[in-house]
């Protein structure tokens, strides 16, 4: 396996650990396994990708049918009542189904789209969206390098207590890393650090990282935050720069 060839980010599209059900992305390509069935797309057929809804046409039509013929057969006694109305409900369900819709995940290529149909769009979808996104060459002119990069606040005492000729192992009671996006960084500055000196932040390229990243909201915050299990490995720190 080359490198363009390694994972370098996942996520399960809907229920964890389901490998039936799955998003992996390389350097160059995505592949989505869905329903146990695999389809792959290099990075430079893609042009964006994109959530929304579909109606369900079937319920619609159905419910579109239903709700009519029983109408007219409820109000000249052609069927028994009970019968008729539960009919006559059921099309109306179905209709509310229908119009309500079903969320879809939308891989869209240059002349078409693959929607694939989802019970819930979770927020860890929404963040590997958003990663893989700046990775797509049809954004290279964005300046999106730097929004794919995450950040690691730190005192300068601890980076250089748990810091190695390879790695650090700056890791929190909870197992990981903590870590941020470039939006998150004042707000953990805020929340974990407030007047606190002598900070250090790390921006991290997230290709490099040897252990696992995950992006998690633990505190049940709203927001997911990138978790890094593992030493991390020097080799992906790009910069080390003091906080004032």
């Known amino acids: 396996m080359t490198s363009s060839d390694a994972v370098k980010a996942y996520c399960f599209l809907e229920q964890l650990d389901d490998e039936k059900n799955k998003v992996s992305l390389t350097e160059s390509g995505l592949t989505i396994r869905y329903r146990n069935r695999q389809e792959h797309f290099d990075l430079t057929h893609i042009k964006g990708f994109s959530f929304g809804y579909r109606k369900a046409m079937l319920y619609l039509i159905g419910g579109g049918i239903i709700v009519p013929l029983t109408s007219v057969a409820y109000y000249r006694d052609f069927l028994n009542p009970w019968p008729t109305l539960f009919l006559l409900f059921g099309g109306i369900f179905a209709m509310y189904v229908g119009w309500r819709g079903y969320p879809v995940f939308s891989i869209n290529l240059f002349g078409y789209s693959r929607d694939y149909k989802l019970g819930e769009i979770s927020n860890n ?120």
């Open 125 to 244: 979808l929404r963040a590997f969206v958003e990663f893989a996104s700046t990775l797509l060459p049809v954004n290279k002119n964005l300046n999106l390098e730097t929004e794919r990069m995450i950040f690691h606040v730190t005192p300068l005492d601890t980076w250089k207590q748990k810091k190695s000729n390879t790695h650090y192992s700056g890791k929190s009671q909870q197992g990981f890393i903590h870590a941020s996006t470039k939006r998150q960084i004042a707000e953990t500055i805020k929340k974990h650090f407030k007047g606190k000196s002598e900070l250090l932040l790390l921006t991290i390229d997230p290709l490099k990282v040897t252990p696992e990243i995950r992006y998690e909201d633990l505190e049940s915050g709203g927001q997911l935050y990138p978790h890094i299990y593992g030493d991390l490995n020097l080799d992906a720190v790009v910069k080390v720069e003091e906080i004032n």
